[in-house]
């Protein structure tokens, strides 16, 4: 047993600025030895991500209390029995999905769709159903089966992927999520082919991703959508050759205009229906509409169905983009390291724990792009 600083949701939906509120209490709980194929991890730098916000706001439900993060990279430093595929001091990346391997989906390569895993994620439990985290006799709730906005985390080791001890901590955290998401969407999901013009609608950390994925991948046109005017020019910054506010009355026309009819690929990561009605609505016949996004549970899509099949249009979720996490987040480790995903121009705050709801407060006003927080 270990003793950690966490950041603890009791209760969600409340209101902001979250600054003042304080809905993530930073408080000292007691991480209990890894059991069988887990291990303890010291978590040297994690992500601020809309998921998070998602539980925080109330638009994702999850079991409270519950210690929240699941974008991070750390070190191992202790192991539980049945560990033979990682050891002590071996960075890693944590995958927000625990991939068990042996269900029928993790047999065929659908990593995302593990089904013990999402069946844990929801429980909010680890891979073997255990709790780890405690206050005195109290058991937290695990965020994703990781809850890294915490000095030291238990994880599964079908949560964990071993990298590069070169890479820095800080970089690799963002692989965690906002890459794997973004650029997952991108190559696996949507499939951007070398010449394709892509739209990626919501400019955030994953959004951002899926334009260097797009890029990567050999797309000829990438676009950018945001009602963020700071975001729109972010796009611009790392690769997009253009950008739109999708919320202009004329937007829908101009993108058409300059794209001979829409887009082949539209990406969309922004979490309400109207941005994703808009990437429908801008991908051209016969293309490919992709969204990774989680608006609140009861949102709804109205859809045209003579435009989905007079159109011959394709629409697909995409989650953990569409990854296997072991064989994914080594590549796009190597791209990055060959300067073709240049992520580090996403980071846009460092932060301490202590500071976590004021950095909650500045991405929900859209004023972050992505917030690392920083452990010793």
Wanted: neutral net charge; proline residues 5%; hydrophobic residues 40%.
């Amino acid at each position: 047993m270990v003793r950690s600083k966490a950041a603890v949701l009791h209760e969600m939906g409340m209101p902001r600025p979250y600054g003042t509120t304080k809905p993530l209490h930073i408080e000292e709980v007691e991480i209990d030895d890894p059991g069988f194929e887990e291990v303890l991890v010291k978590i040297k730098a994690a992500g601020l991500c809309h998921s998070d916000l998602s539980v925080i706001n109330g638009n994702r439900p999850r079991p409270l209390p519950m210690v929240l993060g699941h974008e991070a990279a750390g070190e191992v430093v202790k192991l539980g029995a049945g560990v033979d595929r990682l050891e002590v001091g071996d960075h890693v990346v944590f995958a927000f999905l625990p991939s068990c391997g042996h269900c029928s989906y993790c047999k065929v390569g659908k990593a995302a769709l593990c089904e013990p895993g999402a069946v844990a994620n929801t429980k909010g439990v680890l891979l073997s159903g255990h709790r780890r985290i405690r206050k005195q006799d109290r058991y937290y709730n695990h965020h994703m089966g990781v809850s890294v906005f915490s000095d030291y985390s238990v994880a599964s080791i079908h949560s964990l992927v071993k990298i590069d001890t070169s890479i820095p901590f800080d970089i690799a955290a963002l692989f965690g999520c906002a890459v794997m998401t973004g650029v997952g969407a991108a190559v696996n999901t949507a499939q951007v082919r070398l010449g394709d013009s892509v739209l990626v609608v919501g400019l955030g950390g994953v959004g951002l991703s899926a334009i260097l994925g797009a890029r990567a991948a050999g797309a000829r046109k990438v676009i950018g959508a945001d009602i963020n005017q700071k975001k729109r020019e972010m796009a611009l910054q790392i690769g997009a050759d253009s950008v739109i506010d999708s919320s202009s009355p004329g937007a829908m026309a101009e993108l058409k205009e300059s794209t001979n009819g829409g887009v082949d690929v539209s990406l969309e990561f922004a979490g309400v229906i109207p941005a994703l009605e808009f990437a429908f609505r801008a991908t051209k016949r016969g293309g490919t509409t992709v969204t990774a996004a989680l608006p609140h549970p009861d949102a709804r899509l109205h859809l045209s169905p003579v435009e989905l099949v007079g159109q011959e249009k394709n629409i697909k979720g995409s989650y953990l983009g569409s990854c296997v996490p072991d064989r994914d987040i080594p590549h796009y480790l190597e791209l990055f390291k060959a300067g073709r995903l240049p992520v580090e121009q996403l980071i846009s705050h460092k932060i301490s724990l202590e500071e976590v709801n004021k950095g909650f407060e500045r991405l929900a006003n859209g004023k972050a792009v992505r917030q690392i927080i920083l452990f010793d």
